[in-house]
């Protein structure tokens, strides 16, 4: 089975500020993760992948996460918030044993403060 | 070019109602997935094509729930006898690769909200 837990359901920052959003991960396999960025009102986009390639990953808008196997980690970060990071975040999960399917982590709604 | 589409943006429908929600993938596209999303929680997997047939259906909640994708390009998500815990965001997406490799980004429409009262 596989799982992911997103520790924080609600983290907020000031603008300028690191961002940290935390995620762990349960799985049997070796696994990819994702995260993915859900602006209101429209569609689930793409932040970064970790397909075993690079333990560190970077995404778009300056975004990086790094995987961590001892941890069985792959938290999000970025070193200065801007106020259009606002929204809510996703950590996802999917096994390489050719099931298709993305299992997702309940989310984490970013906040940033002027 | 053009992303994920789906229609209608929202439907409400009253309880035990039929209704249809349609997805069209990126062009090209050989894979389309169904998610759903209730309200403060992430997206759950309904069900996945490959083509025009269902690869994987094993999200699909119970016999109420349909998909078809008759042609390997638009698909339509059928609920039968619709319940008031139907109501929920229904997610479309669609990748590029059929190899089953971890590069398949799947990209995601803006979904169809669906209220039953």
């Known amino acids: 089975a596989q799982s992911v837990t997103q520790l924080d359901s609600h983290v907020s920052v000031s603008e300028g500020t690191p961002v940290l959003l935390r995620c762990n991960y349960s799985?049997?396999?070796?696994?990819?993760l994702f995260w993915y960025v859900q602006h209101p009102n429209k569609g689930l986009q793409l932040l970064l992948k970790?397909?075993?390639?690079?333990?560190l990953v970077k995404g778009i808008n300056g975004f990086e996460a790094e995987f961590k196997k001892s941890e069985t980690s792959f938290h999000l970060t970025k070193p200065s918030a801007h106020m259009s990071d606002a929204a809510e975040y996703f950590c996802v999960v999917r096994l390489d044993t050719g099931r298709r399917a993305l299992t997702f982590g309940s989310g984490t709604r970013l906040q940033v403060q002027p | 070019g053009a992303g994920v589409s789906q229609t209608p943006s929202n439907k409400v429908t009253e309880k035990g109602k039929y209704v249809e929600l349609r997805c069209d993938p990126i062009s090209g596209h050989t894979a389309l997935y169904w998610y759903r999303q209730s309200l403060g929680q992430g997206p759950e997997f309904l069900i996945y094509?490959?083509?025009?047939?269902?690869?994987?259906d094993s999200g699909l909640p119970n016999d109420r729930f349909f998909a078809v994708r008759p042609e390997g390009s638009v698909s339509t998500l059928k609920i039968q006898r619709t319940e008031r815990g139907d109501s929920a965001v229904y997610l479309c997406?669609?990748?590029?690769?059929?190899?089953?490799?971890?590069?398949?980004?799947?990209?995601f429409g803006p979904g169809t909200r669906l209220t039953v009262l």
């Open positions: 799985s049997s396999y070796s696994p990819s």
């Open positions: 997406a669609s990748s590029p690769r059929t190899s089953g490799g971890a590069l398949d980004e799947q990209f």
């Open positions: 970790y397909t075993s390639a690079a333990t």
């Open positions: 094509f490959q083509g025009t047939g269902a690869a994987d």
